[in-house]
C-alpha cells in the first residue's frame, strides 16, 4: 500500500511541476440539407495555428455542466437552436490534438433545418460548406466530421432521422435527392420510390410543389405513428 501511495504522489508532484493542462469539451457536427448539397456549419478558427481554416462549433465544459447540456448550450447561444435532433457520436482524445494542451472533446452530431439557423449570431466567421468539398479544418475536425458523416449514413439506413432535414411536407424528389447527397450514391428513381412506399412510412398530403423550375410533385409528411408500430414489430432498416 505504501509503495502505491509513493507512487501516486510522485504523479501528483509531476503534474504540479510540469503546469499539466487537461480540458474537457463538446464539439457539434450540424449538418443541414439547402434542396441541393448537404452541408455542415463551421466557423473560422481564430487561433494563429489555424488562421485561414475552419472548425466546428464547440465549447469547454464548464464546471456546472455535463457533456449533453453543453452541446445544447453550444447550439443555442451559438446559432439560436433549442430544439433539434442531437446524438452523442463518440470522443477523441489524441494527445496533441489540441495547440493549448490537453484536451479531450466529444462530438455531437446534429440534424437541423437550414432555415432554422440564425448565422448572424457570430457574424461573418459563421458560414455552411458543402460537406464534399471540405479537404482540410483546424484540430482533428476533419476526422471529427468524417466520423459523424460516416455514423449519418449508417444511421439513415436503420431509422428515419433523415427527415429532420427536410420541411414538414416535402418531396420524393427531394427525398431522394437527399440520400444520395449523403450516401454518395445514386438511385434508380422508380425502385427507389417502390421500396419507400412499402414502408408505409409517407403520408400524401394531397398537396403539389409551388414555384419550382421542374415539374411539381406531390407533398408527403413522415408518419410518426406508423414508423410506431414498425419498431414493436423489431423493424431493423427502412430502406436498404
Known amino acids: 500500500m505504501s509503495e502505491v501511495l509513493k507512487s501516486n504522489n510522485k504523479t501528483s508532484e509531476l503534474q504540479t511541476a ?14 443541414a440539407y439547402d434542396g441541393r448539397v448537404l452541408k455542415v456549419l463551421l466557423i473560422e478558427s481564430d487561433l494563429p495555428d489555424y488562421k485561414g481554416q475552419c472548425s466546428l462549433l464547440g465549447d469547454l465544459l464548464r464546471p456546472d455542466e455535463d457533456l449533453a447540456e453543453a452541446s445544447h448550450r453550444v447550439l443555442s447561444e451559438k446559432v439560436g437552436l433549442t430544439n433539434v435532433f442531437l446524438e452523442q457520436v463518440k ?4 494527445f496533441k490534438r489540441h495547440p493549448s494542451g490537453r484536451v479531450i472533446t466529444t462530438a455531437y ?31 482533428d475536425h476533419k476526422l ?5 458523416l460516416q455514423v449519418l449514413q449508417r444511421k439513415i439506413q436503420e431509422e428515419p432521422i433523415i427527415f429532420n432535414l427536410l420541411e414538414k411536407r416535402f418531396s420524393l424528389r427531394d427525398l431522394q435527392l437527399l440520400f444520395e447527397q449523403i450516401l ?39 408518419n410518426h405513428e406508423a414508423y410506431e408500430q414498425i419498431k414493436k414489430k423489431s423493424f431493423v432498416g427502412i430502406l436498404f
Open 184 to 222: 454518395g450514391i445514386e438511385f434508380d428513381r422508380r425502385n427507389f420510390r417502390k421500396k419507400l412506399f412499402t414502408t408505409g412510412l409517407l403520408t400524401d398530403v394531397g398537396e403539389m410543389e409551388k414555384d419550382v423550375k421542374h415539374r411539381p410533385g406531390k407533398l408527403y409528411t413522415f
Open 18 to 31: 510540469t503546469n499539466f493542462q487537461f480540458a474537457n469539451s463538446v464539439d457539434c457536427v450540424i449538418f
Open 91 to 94: 470522443s477523441f482524445g489524441s
Open 144 to 148: 471529427i466530421l468524417d466520423t459523424c
Open 109 to 139: 452530431l446534429a440534424l437541423v433545418n437550414i432555415k432554422d439557423v440564425q448565422l448572424n449570431k457570430m457574424g461573418n466567421a459563421l458560414s455552411w460548406h458543402a460537406v464534399s468539398k471540405i479537404n482540410s479544418m483546424a484540430f
